[in-house]
């Protein structure tokens, strides 16, 4: 693995702050994974896990004290009814510069994507993005991300005063390390000025369920499916394990799925636990969107396909018999 240097500077060591996420009033699950995994970093720096949330309505009392987190910062704005990307960067900003952390993290998902390049210019961050996991090496953040379309790792070193970085949705088991514990809830209003622009509406997508980048299962599904009918049975077998549908890009360009399910360079990267890939071929391009997923299965009626290359566990055949027959068996196993 390569050592990438980033900008120039000093390292201190101060504290880890965590940018929440949240939705209708609940913390999500990325956060809470997020919080577990600094507060493991902290334990290796002697270093406190404090938590943002920033937005008009916050949930009201996180529990995230018992994932290890100290304080919490419930940051309200009444202008941040939605997501503000210049307004949550300028609140971040006035936040950090209060707080001093020394490692901010937050997740690489759209909200995170958006938020932290703007944020890491903002107070001369060196900035990870899309990591899959984080360590400490010698007093220091060390950052591993997924390069050449996940052909390779590579563990990032910051040399800024403030260490950034965004991880991959999944990366982490959310781990309770003290049962009851509080975290410390301090309220804070940060007016970000005027703001550049503002956002209206958030439409829901078609993805029923957990969205794709958060899915800990998902079965996707191909070309071979042949119609976007077919796609039903796809939601049959996910429905059988709770999973989210997802897609190919010769799947969704030729309208048998949403783009938002599309998988992909082109589309979202994908990290679950489970990965059931029907009817695809195993493009450079597919594998760079859910390469990193814990475990792989592939049915594919050909073979050689090279998707059976990346799979953990190859199924050959007719996916048209096979779907069927795997929906009626996790279905029964998973009634018993
Ligand atoms: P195919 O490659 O046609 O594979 C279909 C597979 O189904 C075959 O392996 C076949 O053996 C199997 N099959 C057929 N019938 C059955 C059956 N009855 N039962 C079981 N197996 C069967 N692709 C993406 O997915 N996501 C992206 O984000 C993306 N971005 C791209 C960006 C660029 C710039 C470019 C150039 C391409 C991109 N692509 C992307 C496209 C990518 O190169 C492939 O064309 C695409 O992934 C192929 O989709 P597929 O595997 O569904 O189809």
Partial sequence: MAIERLEEGEGNMGNILVIGEHQEGKVRKVTEELVSKAAEIGSQLSAEVLVAFVGATLPEAPDLGSFGAKKIYLVSSPKMTKYSPDGFAKVLEALIKEVSPSIVLGTAGPFGKDLF?????????????????????????????????????????????????????????????????????????????????????????????????????????????????????????????????????????????????????????VNPNLYIACGISGAIQHLAGMRTSKVIVAINKDPEAPIFKKADYGIVGDLFQLIPLLTTEFKRILSE
């Fill in 117 to 269: 390049p703007r944020l890491s210019a903002k107070v001369g961050a060196g900035l990870a993005t899309d990591c899959t996991n984080l360590k400490v090496h010698e007093g220091k953040l060390v950052a591993t991300r997924p390069i050449f379309a996940g052909k390779a790792l590579t563990d990032v070193l910051f040399q800024t005063p403030i260490q950034m970085a965004t991880t991959r949705p999944n990366s982490f088991i959310p781990k309770v390390v003290s049962v009851g514990q509080k975290a410390e809830l301090l309220k804070k209003e940060i007016d970000p000025g005027e703001l550049k622009a503002v956002v209206r509406e958030i439409l829901q997508g078609q993805v029923g369920k957990t969205d794709l980048t958060e899915a800990s299962v998902i079965v996707s599904g191909g070309r071979a499916m042949k119609s976007a009918e077919n796609f039903k049975l796809l939601q049959g077998l996910a429905d059988s394990l709770g999973a989210t549908v997802g897609a190919s890009r010769a799947a969704v360009d030729s309208g048998y799925a949403s783009h938002d399910m599309q998988v992909g360079q082109t589309g979202k990267t």
